[in-house]
């Protein structure tokens, strides 16, 4: 896949294209039935498969939102656009001069002349442009007008509500990770780079790798949970700590995984952390055996269910 970051995107040669448009945090199944939707007309109709998506997400630069958060860092959405086999990834430097840019003139310049494309696929219920003017209608018009043709893809539901970047939010931060893997077709996964902690859980017994989440995610709520870590090529079983460590009387917001099955040095290395199941809540110990021994039982118990 052809990774492709810029402002305009003028000073590329581009093949004749077909591009799905949208943010798409998450990549979940509402987007995939988009961008699958993508990829089938571009072998159908002979022309190079691409994704034109915005970096920052559009909502953090027009409403100046520090607190806008994410389901997947940009590494993990380009991992899996390669992988579903895309031609192209044009990524957005998204400011505010492009946020303020006429609907019209954004398709003209950018996506017909820059980016050569000749069919867009979209959702119904798009939306685009300065104040919001540009929605599937007018992208219509505007394909006429310019000669491209226009797809739109209806959502795609579970029960009575569509599956949105927002609802997935909202079950992330409930920690209804049975409900997130129908939404997204696979668990939730955040990657980070493990750095240096205080050191408690090599003086306990229980060594643990600190992890630094690679971008600004959503997170599911303090408490500790079975997951897998994937480290390279390899793949461990291991209990994670989300939270504050009350215990110890921490003010900070950690990220801590303990592998039974690992011996070694990690630090600097990067991980993926793949959310499998809610074991408790942060518990406040008594005393550090306590402590420890509860510890062993998540062990013991992550050890039977993965």
Do not use: C, W
């Amino acid at each position: 896949m052809n990774i492709i970051r810029s402002n305009t995107f003028d000073q590329y040669e581009i093949d004749e294209n077909i591009i799905a448009i949208g943010s798409f945090d998450g990549i979940h199944k509402g987007h995939k039935k988009i961008l699958n939707k993508t990829l089938t007309l571009a072998e159908k109709n002979n022309l190079k498969s691409g994704v034109l998506t915005f970096e920052p997400h559009p909502q953090e630069v027009v409403a100046d939102e520090d607190n806008h958060y994410y389901i997947t860092s940009l590494a993990q959405k380009r991992k899996i656009l390669n992988e579903m086999g895309f031609d192209y990834n044009f990524e957005m430097n998204f400011t505010k001069d492009i946020a303020q840019t006429p609907f019209d003139d954004f398709v003209k310049k950018i996506i017909v002349d820059n980016l050569n494309t000749k069919h867009i696929v979209v959702g119904t219920d798009f939306t685009m442009g300065y104040k919001g003017d540009g929605n599937i209608d007018e992208l219509i018009k505007l394909g006429k007008k310019y000669g491209f043709d226009v797809t739109a893809v209806e959502p795609l539901k579970i029960g009575d509500h569509k599956i949105s970047s927002s609802v997935i939010r909202d079950l992330i931060m409930g920690g209804r990770l049975k409900e997130l893997k129908e939404h997204l077709d696979r668990n939730f996964i955040l990657e980070g780079e493990v750095v240096k902690g205080y050191g408690r859980g090599k003086k306990l017994g229980i060594p643990t790798a600190n992890i630094k989440p690679a971008t600004k995610y959503i997170l599911p709520p303090d408490g500790v949970y079975a997951v897998y870590v994937y480290l390279n090529e390899d793949k461990y079983k291991g209990v994670a700590n989300f939270g504050h460590k009350p215990t110890f009387d921490d003010d900070d917001f950690t990220i801590e995984v303990h592998l039974p099955d690992f011996q070694g040095d990690i630090y600097g290395e990067f991980v993926e952390i793949e959310l499998i199941e809610y074991l408790r809540g942060e518990q406040e110990f008594d005393d550090v055996d306590e402590l420890i021994e509860t510890i062993k039982q998540d062990i013991l118990y992550i050890k039977e269910v993965l």
